[in-house]
């Protein structure tokens, strides 16, 4: 079921809702079968991006391209996408295996052509055994599972999800990840996959779009986005980093990158805030020069060995390598 090497490309793109501007004139290409989580906060255009390349909303400009060919203005049946979306939306009345098979239903595919082509798809997601059961009678994750075997099952060029693993709890989340990106490359076509979890982005994307204010702040490799966030935004938002303001500027540095001294031994003199315990690692929060705060994530064996509480003064270091000039 490989599908050839496509590329998916926006171009200008905007969105506009009367005079609020959802999407702000965004460009981007997606690398060819790859795995790209858009990520950002509630109400920065995630959405209504993936939304515009389904064709579920109309582009105010700009251009959407699939393998070369403008799908800017086509139907969603004609574009060569297919969307799974947040709430899954399967059919009460419908077996698992009508499910997956309805919308070959609606495209007049003969009954026997559109089972045996249902049967490949749940035979692909592990849920063969349970062709015959209703909906109601899965768990969230069998649910979801389903809800990909119908989008798969229209072989498309690339797999739109929307927050796809919001509904379930944390342990079968985790347990999804791993089935999202075992599809994603068996497959070999392109998923996009929208979330404000920077976790989950992390885990399966190979590239991390982030989105603030309608626009991309960064994109990029998933561990170069971490390693070096480029914007104060992308660094908080995408976590374990502090925003530090120094005489020459702002920097971000990871909490793991800070190393707690003695107060007379560090690079800045603080004031232990907070002490939390992570179970690996403890996190001390403390305050410096400026009413800065600054992170340090420290080994639970090191932490232990010579403990802080709140009120200690403390010395923090860095190695200056680790710092990452902030552009905004």
């Given amino acids: 079921m490989n599908k050839p090497v496509l590329d998916l490309e926006l171009i200008s793109v905007t969105k506009r809702y009367g005079p609020t501007v959802a999407v702000d004139a965004i460009s981007h290409h997606f690398k060819p079968s790859s795995y790209t989580c858009l990520l950002g906060p509630s109400g920065c255009g995630k959405s209504s991006t993936l939304r515009m390349i389904a064709g579920h909303e109309s582009i105010s400009e700009g251009s959407i391209l699939l393998a070369g060919r403008d799908i800017s203005r086509l139907p969603p049946a004609k574009r060569g996408t297919a969307m799974m979306f947040q709430s899954y939306a399967l059919f009460p009345h419908l077996s698992v295996v009508d499910n997956v098979a309805f919308s070959l239903k609606m495209k007049g595919v003969d009954l026997k052509e559109r089972r045996t ?88 994307a190979d590239e991390i779009v982030v989105m603030n204010n309608a626009v991309i702040e960064q994109a990029g490799p998933a561990r170069e986005v971490f390693k070096a966030p480029k914007t104060s935004f992308v660094a908080q938002f995408i976590g374990g980093h502090n925003v530090i303001a120094l005489p020459e500027g702002r920097y971000s540095i990871r909490t793991d990158e800070v190393a707690v001294t003695t107060a007379e031994k560090g690079t800045l003199s603080a004031n232990v805030m907070a002490v939390e315990y992570q179970g690996t690692h403890v996190s001390i929060m403390a305050k410096i020069a400026g009413d800065q705060e600054v992170t340090a994530l420290v080994a639970e064996g090191d932490f232990f060995e010579h403990p802080q509480n709140p009120g200690d003064q403390i010395g923090l270091t860095w190695d200056k390598n680790n710092l990452h000039k902030l552009t905004a």
């Avoid at 909906?135 to 990909?148: C, H, I, K, M, Y």
């Avoid at 798969?152 to 089935?179: K, Y």
Wanted: hydrophobic fraction near 45%; charged fraction near 25%.
């Fill in 117 to 204: 082509k249902a049967g490949e798809m749940l035979e692909l997601v592990d849920l063969s055994v349970l062709s015959d059961r209703l909906p109601d009678q899965l768990s969230g994750g069998q649910q979801q599972r389903v809800a990909l075997a119908r989008a798969l099952i229209t072989r498309p060029q690339a797999l739109l999800l929307d927050e796809p693993l919001s509904a379930l709890d944390p342990f079968l989340r985790v347990r999804m990840r791993t089935e999202l990106k075992r599809l994603q490359k068996e497959l070999g076509i392109s998923f996009v996959h929208v979330t404000h979890g920077q976790d989950e982005a992390l885990a399966l």
